[in-house]
């Protein structure tokens, strides 16, 4: 049973518009969820993060928004640069801090 | 430069052949981990490890060993009872493992079986 889900496989915007990436959790317990930028042959780096406390944290142009009683967090990257194509990967962690990762959406901005 | 390194970044094993990826950390954390990775999946958990000497099974440890005898060292060993070994293998390290850990990943190792 995966506990964590991107249900979209790929998504792919304009540049200049806004991308909106999606991730949604099973286990009501995750209390930190995290999400990934990952490049081919690479490891993920780490881009944004937010508690479950809260319910939007804002970073430059990416801003993690969190809906517990759907149980579900977006990430959205406004305005959408060529640069930020990449695979990202939605993560959720419990107070052992290991992370569950979901399958990832691979992210297209076309110029 | 602070950071993980992985080595090789290709390897490749024989079949009935055991094969260690290298990962060293010099951003002194505690906890370190090691992830798998299919094509089209997500990152699955394989071993993970909170302190040296200490180390914890994650979601698919079978056919794998690890071991933290240093701070900054974590080297997973593929054992030949792995059967499908072919995947891309991603090191992490964290300050340490609490709720709000943000977790900081190596180049990878990408295992070919021959």
């Known amino acids: 049973d995966q506990q964590v889900k991107q249900n979209s496989p790929s998504l792919s915007v304009q540049e200049g518009r806004i991308s909106i990436l999606n991730c949604d959790y099973t286990?009501?317990?995750?209390?930190?969820f995290l999400w990934y930028k990952k490049y081919p042959a690479e490891g993920p780096t780490f881009l944004i993060s937010?508690?479950?406390?809260?319910d939007k944290n804002e970073d430059g142009r990416f801003t993690v928004f969190l809906n517990k009683s759907a149980k579900h967090l977006s990430l959205h990257i406004v305005p959408s640069q060529p640069g930020d194509s990449a695979v990202y990967f939605c993560?959720?962690?419990?107070?052992?801090?290991?992370?569950?990762f979901g399958d990832g959406t691979t992210l297209t901005v076309k110029p | 430069d602070g950071g993980i390194t992985q080595s090789p970044k290709y390897l490749f094993r024989k079949e009935g052949q055991n094969v260690t990826l290298s990962c060293e950390q010099n951003?002194?954390?505690?906890?370190m981990y090691w992830y798998r990775q299919d094509p089209g999946q997500g990152l699955r958990l394989i071993y993970y490890s909170q302190i040296v000497n200490d180390f914890q099974k994650g979601d698919i440890a079978e056919g794998y060993s690890v071991s933290r005898e240093k701070k900054e060292s974590f080297p997973l060993t593929v054992t030949s009872a792995q059967k499908n070994p072919t995947a891309f293998y991603l090191c992490?390290?964290?300050?340490?493992?609490?709720?709000?850990?943000?977790?900081?990943f190596g180049p990878g190792t990408r295992l070919l079986v021959l």
């Open positions: 951003l002194n954390h505690d906890a």
């Open positions: 937010i508690s479950s406390i809260k």
């Open positions: 992490a390290s964290s300050i340490a493992v609490t709720t709000q850990e943000t977790q900081y």
């Open positions: 993560a959720a962690s419990l107070n052992a801090g290991k992370s569950t």
């Open positions: 286990n009501s317990m995750f209390d930190y």
